[in-house]
């Protein structure tokens, strides 16, 4: 089966858990700090944060700026469900915003202008599948509206400008992420206070950790800020260390291959759109594209299933999600339910050949031609 994502895990890697666990110190340490490091310089960063996951970042972000009760956060619903979630954890409330279009299915500016209120702090501002979203449009809105700039850039590490949108963002190294510490996640924060807080609470609020306990030979410690158990541990950040190396010839591996998805789409398959203009400045996360209007997109999804290759979806809108369809039953954005329909998300990642691309393109090419519209008797 050709998978949708797939992380790639060698030698190198089996070699770095197998010195951890020899050198008998597996949580929080000195390889998390080196991992920490190694990431804020591949972007260009003063420092990073080293966490649980991505989730646990927007959460650390978030409280570390005080956002709370009676807060709104703007986040789009073409997300996964965690940056929605991160805002309710606060306290707040999230608020959703509509895509643009669907050839630039991120954050519309004009939504979010609509949906600002006094209420409002704070804006989550998701790189869907790796494309980033415009820095300037962005920074110069939560200018003029005094709000707080946050990224989710679970799609988009290893390009330097990410991160450097407002005051901080959020990264995953999930399993299917463009590099992986099986789970885990990083913060980078424009202000060295903002990183201090977040780096506190991220361990239960203490003063010091057991590694620095052991290294001052002194055994007490205080708790001086509300905290939660978000660490990164040693066996994650000797995996990251040895994927961050990786990571910028992965990056490139997938703009190569989805600039020859684009041109084998164009010649074999037209009535399928790809999301964003090429070149877009983007890590190629994902291989988003919009069906037909008229497509029963289950009946692809099998027929591509039976060719041996999975596909999924990016993402059920948040919004339509039972939980949050219950807490907001009168939210409707129109344009990102008009994508989520449609949206296909193909195979994409760094294991792949221009041979399984070609696979990908003509089994997709056959599956439309063989489609029914949606009710017709097939």
């Known amino acids: 089966m050709l998978l949708v994502s797939e992380p790639v895990l060698g030698e190198e890697e089996t070699a770095a858990l197998a010195a951890v666990i020899e050198s008998g110190w597996v949580t929080m340490g000195d390889r998390v700090r ?9 972007h260009e960063a003063e420092d990073a944060v080293a966490v649980g996951s991505c ?20 986040v789009p619903s073409l997300t996964f469900v965690a940056s929605a979630n991160s805002v309710l954890y606060v306290g707040a409330r999230p608020v ?14 004009d939504d979010a202008e609509a949906k600002c209120t006094s209420r409002t702090k704070a804006i989550i501002l998701v790189h869907f599948a790796g494309y980033l979203a415009h820095r300037d449009a962005w920074q110069s809105f939560a200018r003029r509206k005094g709000l707080l700039l946050i990224e989710d850039a679970a799609h988009a590490p290893g390009l330097p400008e990410v991160g450097s949108y407002g005051e901080a963002a959020a990264f ?3 399993g299917n992420k463009n590099m992986t510490t099986a789970e885990g996640g990083a ?8 990183r201090e807080t977040i780096r506190q609470a991220r361990a239960h609020g203490m003063t010091s950790g057991t590694r620095q306990r052991l290294s001052s030979r002194r055994p007490d410690y205080d708790v001086t800020v509300l905290g939660f158990n978000y660490r990164m541990d040693e066996l994650r950040a000797a995996l990251g ?7 910028p010839e992965w990056n490139d591996t997938r703009r190569r291959l989805s600039a020859t998805y684009r041109e084998l789409m164009a010649e074999h398959c037209a ?35 039976k060719h041996g290759i999975q596909t999924t979806i990016h993402y059920p809108p948040v919004h339509h999600l039972t939980f949050y369809r219950d807490l907001y039953p009168e939210t409707r954005l129109p344009r990102t339910e008009d994508f989520a329909r449609r949206e296909l998300t193909l195979p994409l990642h760094p294991r792949m050949t221009t041979s399984d691309v070609e696979r990908v393109v003509i089994a997709l090419t056959t599956a439309l031609a063989a489609n029914y519209p949606v009710g017709a008797v097939a």
Do not use: C, N
């Open 34 to 42: 080196d991992f920490e490091q190694a990431f804020a310089r591949l």
């Open 55 to 74: 989730t646990a970042a927007l959460h650390l972000i978030l409280h570390a700026l005080g956002i709370g009760p009676g807060d709104e956060v703007l």
């Open 96 to 109: 959703f915003v509509d895509i643009g279009s669907a050839d630039v299915p991120l954050m519309s500016l």
């Open 172 to 174: 995953s190294f999930y």
């Open 187 to 194: 913060i980078i924060a424009r202000s060295r206070a903002l």
């Open 241 to 247: 260390l040895v994927q961050l190396k990786k990571l």
């Open 271 to 305: 009535s399928v759109m790809i999301p964003f203009e090429d070149p877009w400045p983007s890590t190629h996360h994902l291989m988003p594209v919009v069906l037909p209007p008229a497509t029963s997109r289950q009946r692809v999804i099998d027929r591509l299933r």
